[in-house]
């Protein structure tokens, strides 16, 4: 026997109430912020898509005359650039317009898909068409790239951060300088080393700025040059190797410099830490 109690009873529902009845409570439902958060994983996954077969299936095909690799390998670069947009924005908005609850789990697994799993992927496809590279060294590489974004967002999830500050390269940022190292098209031993490098940097404690305010407005320009670049490669426009060449090669260095720029002001703190110090034991 069943007994039913009177305080709770009103809670139960009808069973003879249909599904599209009962209200989806606020805080799941879809906002501005998280419809940019999943043109984010769009992206990501279209990168994959556009990486796969218009470079990776026309090499295995023998159907690769250069151009429509080079078309598609823009073409996806591009993508992570559109989804580094809808990252940068989707935060943005959130702080201005109502979030939902979901909006930092849907954050999370866009990231992982547009600069874990694409970038990875990319490396990947890089060690089958390149001809000085290793495949299964290759491989290896791009793991180590998708397993530091992971970290990287679960550190993200659960270890405070100073406000203003990203522990760690971000993973948008570390994605491109990824792609950035194997367009450059260095010799094997080289690129892979710089791979690597970005990944450490991405589990590192180096402190990066937020893109807020001016530095948004930088990022925001600085990724609109760098479409221009990649659609004159593609296109394959008078000094448009040159121009992908120097748009890599000023990620690169930008990845290098801000890590040492972080490091010398954290020695600078710390020397003036112990200077007041000193100064305080006087008498």
Request: charge should be negative; charged fraction near 15%; include cysteine.
């Amino acid at each position: 026997m069943t007994v039913i109690d009177p305080e709770t009873q009103a809670g139960w529902a009808p069973e003879n109430e249909e599904e599209g009845d009962v209200d989806i409570p606020l805080s799941t439902r879809l906002s501005i912020a998280d419809t940019l958060t999943l043109g984010n994983a769009i992206c990501g996954f279209m990168a994959v898509y556009f990486t796969t077969t218009g470079v990776l299936i026309p090499h295995l095909t023998g159907m690769d005359d250069g151009g429509m690799a080079r078309h598609s390998a823009a073409m996806a670069v591009i993508l992570m650039l559109l989804a580094s947009v809808f990252d940068l924005f989707d935060g943005l908005v959130a702080r201005k317009l109502r979030a939902s609850a979901m909006g930092a789990e849907l954050d999370n697994l866009s990231d992982l898909i547009s600069f874990g799993l694409a970038p990875a992927y990319f490396v990947v496809t890089w060690g089958m068409v390149a001809q000085d590279a290793n495949q299964q060294v290759s491989v290896v590489a791009a793991v180590v790239v998708l397993l530091a974004v992971v970290l990287r967002l679960a550190r993200f999830s659960c270890v405070p951060m100073r406000d203003g500050m990203f522990q760690g390269m971000p993973g948008p940022f570390g994605a491109l300088t990824v792609v950035a190292i194997v367009l450059l098209e260095l010799p094997f031993l080289p690129t892979l080393l710089a791979i690597i490098g970005v990944a450490w940097l991405m589990v590192s404690r180096v402190e990066y700025p937020k893109p807020r305010g001016r530095l948004a407005v930088a990022m925001l320009s600085w990724i609109v040059l760098s479409m221009g670049m990649l659609t004159a490669w593609a296109l394959d426009a008078p000094a448009g190797q040159r121009l992908l060449q120097t748009g890599c090669a000023l990620q690169i260095v930008l990845g290098a410099m801000i890590p040492l720029f972080a490091t010398a002001r954290r020695v600078n703190t710390f020397r003036d830490n112990r200077r007041e110090a000193r100064a305080a034991q006087l008498p």
